[in-house]
């Protein structure tokens, strides 16, 4: 039809197009309605890797490593604001949002679609990773080895980490998690004079690229069976037949090609996530790394790879989906719920043979995503709305609980070793040596306790959560595992209580805590019992409301649609 238009015709096409792109006017329906659209919801990606890219050239005037960690703060302080700004918009319309990224309306170009569960996870990393670098100000200045590309690799990381959370687009989720991987693949092997970062930075850019490949292949996949890339549009086609028109015969069995698309989506996110078998690169990575990059990796990088994982699942292929592709979601579910117990029970056992601190905190970490699968999986076993919600519920909980925990135990374990002067973490060495950091050693306490799930520590009540949610189904046995594997995973905790209540002479004089760390870890702190305190008021009902917002596919693909709608109204009324 285009091939038509004679030029006036084309040119008052694209001055329309151009008032869409500045963001005048969103109708819907008779116009009657106008709605502004703001650039702030794809603006924080953006920000991060301007600011990413505007450090080697300050670099050519400025040599303060100081200057360099004042800067990522700001940078990560507009985040958590932006964040903040967005999920109170999210709250209030009661609806996705969707932005049109650089003004080309979906499917034709990339949207960022928000809803409650991923504007309040975005809300949530922006806040750890603002206390992470607050901390980082004192730890990696100090060390000489550091210098400018690496809070460039760091706010890369982090614009990756938004931009898979925001994003309604799966090629540019592609993209952005391939910002995230090559900013984690640099991180890792950033200490060259160390062999055994090397080489953990090795094998995780060799096995990551390969994962990356495989997402790359789906995306493909994707494409040529639903002749889309936007998450809604895929949402909508997986629930109605009538739509599903593949490209070619080659993809004409609509159950296969998904099939394949899916292993080749979930397997490379299982592996970031470290979810058993693919958790075999995380003890090395952790082992090797400063206690910084670390807790980005526990706290919000393996926590983006889960989300993305329950996106899949839950709007773009979950309830209401054609029969044939359910059958194929039940099998997906139910090889996640297994592999979900297998790695909690895994990780609970190697905690306990475990000698580095740093090591058993990464097995630590493989019980934990354990739990975090169990707690998605629920959907193996009901379609009820109310029930998954709280299923859901739980897992966004307890991805936040571990995200907390396992930074407090990073950063107050890093505050040991760099006050008292050591290089290594195994556990002999750090044995006592909580007390010579009060504050550090408090948080150690805290954490583990906290990461055990002992009342009234906020831990206990994302794994009460998963119990209850599958005593609800009917699955006694899931549900009393969680408490079994809590109680095996007791043995390694108790090693890293002995940091801080073992005695070791020669070594009763306190060092001076630094600011910066004191802060963070007294927050954190706070944070595992205001946790529980806010349960009770109000934070319960909005996590019931932003796991049910993941579970509504109607109203994220509604959202799509009328966007699309209002846009070719638009063009017609112009």
């Not at 809803?115 to 206390?131: E, G, H, K, P």
């Not at 305190?533 to 799509?560: C, P, R, W």
Request: aromatic letters at 16%; proline letters at 3%; hydrophobic letters at 55%.
């Amino acid at each position: 039809m285009l091939l038509h238009l004679n030029l006036k015709e084309l040119e008052r096409l694209y001055h329309t197009f151009l008032k869409f792109l500045r963001g005048r006017c969103l109708t819907r329906g008779d116009t009657s309605m106008v709605q502004y659209i703001s650039p702030i919801y794809g603006f924080i990606p953006l920000m991060m890797i301007a600011a990413a890219f505007a450090l080697p050239l300050f670099s050519f005037f400025i040599r303060r490593i100081k200057f360099f960690s004042v800067f990522t703060i700001a940078v990560t302080l507009i985040a958590f604001i932006l964040s903040a700004i967005i999920f109170v918009n999210v709250y209030r319309e009661g609806k996705p949002i969707l932005y049109p990224f650089g003004g080309w309306p979906p499917p034709i170009g990339i949207a960022y679609e928000i809803d409650l569960f991923n504007s309040l996870f975005a809300l949530f990393v922006a806040f750890i990773a603002l206390l992470i670098v607050i901390y980082d100000n004192w730890y990696s200045t100090s060390d000489s080895r550091i210098h400018y590309t690496y809070y460039v690799l760091l706010l890369g990381l982090l614009a990756g980490v938004f931009g898979c959370i925001y994003t309604g687009d799966i090629f540019n989720l592609f993209v952005m998690v391939e910002v995230l991987s090559l900013s984690t693949y640099s991180l890792i092997s950033f200490y060259r004079s160390n062999r055994y970062s090397l080489e953990a930075g090795l094998k995780y850019t060799l096995l990551g690229a390969v994962a990356l490949s495989l997402y790359f292949v789906a995306t493909i996949v994707y494409y040529a069976a639903y002749g889309t890339l936007n998450m809604a549009d895929l949402a909508y086609m997986a629930r109605n037949k009538a739509s599903l028109t593949p490209f070619s015969s080659i993809f004409g069995n609509i159950v296969a090609a998904t099939a394949v698309a899916l292993v080749f989506t979930l397997w490379p996110f299982t592996f970031k996530s470290a979810l058993f078998p693919n958790h075999f690169w995380l003890p090395d990575v952790y082992s090797s790394v400063s206690p910084v990059i670390a807790a980005c990796f526990a706290g919000f990088t393996e926590a983006t790879a889960i989300y993305i994982i329950a996106r899949f699942l839950y709007t773009i292929f979950g309830l209401g989906i054609i029969p044939e592709l359910a059958k194929l979601r039940t099998v997906v579910l139910g090889a996640l719920l297994v592999l979900g117990i297998l790695a909690a029970l895994v990780g609970a056992f190697m905690m306990a043979i475990q000698r580095d601190a740093r090591r058993l905190l990464a097995y630590s970490t493989v019980n934990h995503i354990g739990f975090i699968y169990i707690a998605l999986s629920i959907g193996l076993f009901t379609n009820s709305i109310d029930v998954l919600r709280i299923g859901l519920m739980a897992m966004l909980l307890h991805i936040i609980n571990h995200s907390i925990g396992k930074a407090t135990l990073f950063l107050s374990i890093g505050s040991i070793m760099r006050g008292n002067n050591l290089d290594s973490s195994d556990l002999n060495a750090l044995y006592g040596l909580g007390k010579t950091a009060p504050i550090a050693g408090t948080a150690i306490v805290i954490g583990a306790l906290h990461l055990i799930g002992l009342p009234p520590f906020a831990g206990f009540f994302s794994k009460y959560y998963i119990y209850q949610v599958y005593l609800s189904v009917g699955q006694p046995i899931i549900a009393w595992l969680v408490v079994l594997v809590t109680a095996i995973s007791l043995m390694g905790y108790a090693k890293l209580l002995l940091i801080t209540f073992g005695t070791k002479p020669g070594y009763e004089k306190r060092f001076r805590e630094a600011l910066q760390s004191k802060a963070v870890l007294v927050t954190l702190m706070a944070m595992t019992i205001a946790i529980s305190i806010a349960l009770y008021i109000d934070f319960y009902s909005v996590l019931i409301k932003a796991s049910e917002s993941l579970v509504n596919y109607n109203s994220y693909i509604a959202t799509f649609r009328d966007f699309v709608s209002s846009y070719l109204n638009l063009l017609r009324g112009s």
